[in-house]
């Protein structure tokens, strides 16, 4: 059973964006804010929201496993923290009573916030962003409302100080979902089942999105998994639409989202070790837009070598699993009966 429901808060200013109780800019772009279990991150990530002011919040909630001893304590402590909404907002809420896991839910409560919403910020639990994250999300959101090339605009920035492009963001294939936003457009066109899959791995169209034969063995590897259900998440189907129509990310050139949910209680960022763990943001002040709408392959060739593996033996111990797997079914083959 889904409990949604709606809580209007009006300004007395009426439809402007200024709350003329302090003089504060609310943000106008709706946010969606997807917690479960974890009151910790949350409670931070819900005061960076409430300092944005958005004039329109939606929350989204998973319910708890049964056989996870506290966590339904813990999920209704983190309800709880995300009541507290004490600026002028309209709030809708969408809290599951059984637990979906992790690629029904998230997906699910993307849906629902498209169903209301031409065009949104979304923003998990642990992912922590600066102030400028938000405007600069808005701008972007605006700016390519109708531009059918790009499909996401990320808060997220792996480029370890590296700058890319004429401008104050590039463009991406990688789509970063800690801290992003799209509109209802690009969403819509997302297949979760990815039900084209095996007949794009074999197109040209594949092979000229990704020319690198170790990149895109890397990412076939993940897609062969998520078309077979192997994995419960959302965002790698998410990227495949997203690459499989042709879209590019909006990506600054400054980190402003860090991700603060590493560690044991997580559900995949799990090594509090990784590079990635809580990265440091910083302001991205006022934006220039690049000159061009296109993939800067330099910046995304740095981003699969630093960030997912490149070709190092991480990635080669994924490939020897799947080549120890063709093996061992080709060996079964040989023990069949001809005909069988």
């Known amino acids: 059973m889904i409990n949604s429901r709606r809580r209007s808060r009006i300004s007395p200013s009426g439809c402007d964006n200024i709350d003329h109780a302090d003089n504060q800019v609310r943000l106008d772009t709706a946010v969606l804010f997807l917690v479960f279990n974890r009151p910790g991150p949350t409670e931070r990530v819900f005061a960076a929201i409430r300092q944005a002011r958005p004039q329109r919040l939606y929350v989204a909630a998973d319910g708890a496993r049964s056989d ?17 909404v004490d600026w002028p907002c309209d709030v809708m809420t969408l809290f599951r009573e059984s637990n979906l896991g992790c690629k029904a839910a998230v997906s699910g409560a993307i849906s629902w916030f498209f169903q209301h919403e031409e065009q949104g910020i979304i923003l998990e639990d642990d992912c922590l962003p600066h102030p400028d994250f938000f405007t600069y999300c808005d701008a972007l959101l605006d700016r390519y409302a109708e531009d059918e090339r ?13 700058q890319r492009g004429d401008g104050s963001y590039y463009f991406s294939i990688f789509n970063h979902v800690w801290g992003w936003a799209t509109w209802r457009r690009a969403w819509a066109r997302c297949d979760l089942a990815m039900s084209y899959w095996p007949r794009w791995q074999k197109s040209d169209a594949w092979r000229q999105l990704l020319p690198d034969k170790v990149m895109r063995v890397y990412w076939a590897l993940i897609f062969d998994k998520m078309y077979r259900n192997e994995i419960d998440t959302w965002d790698y189907p998410w990227t495949a639409g997203v690459w499989f129509h042709g879209g590019l990310t909006a990506t600054p050139n ?25 990265l440091k943001t910083q302001p991205i002040g006022e934006l220039t837009h690049p000159s061009s709408v296109a993939q800067d392959v330099e910046a995304d060739r740095f981003v699969f070598q630093s960030v997912y593996g490149g070709q190092d033996m991480k990635f080669f111990r994924l490939l020897l699993t799947r080549l120890a797997g063709k093996l061992q079914s080709r ?3 040989f023990g069949r009966p001809k005909g069988g």
């Open 150 to 162: 790009v499909w996401v605009v990320t808060g997220d920035n792996f480029q370890q100080g590296n």
């Open 68 to 84: 996870r001893d506290g966590e339904a304590e813990k999920v209704l402590r983190v309800r709880e923290i995300v009541s507290r």
């Open 331 to 333: 060996a079964a083959s």
């Open 254 to 278: 400054v980190n402003l989202v860090s991700n603060i949910g590493f560690g044991e209680d997580a559900t995949h960022t799990t090594s509090d070790t990784s590079d990635t763990a809580a």
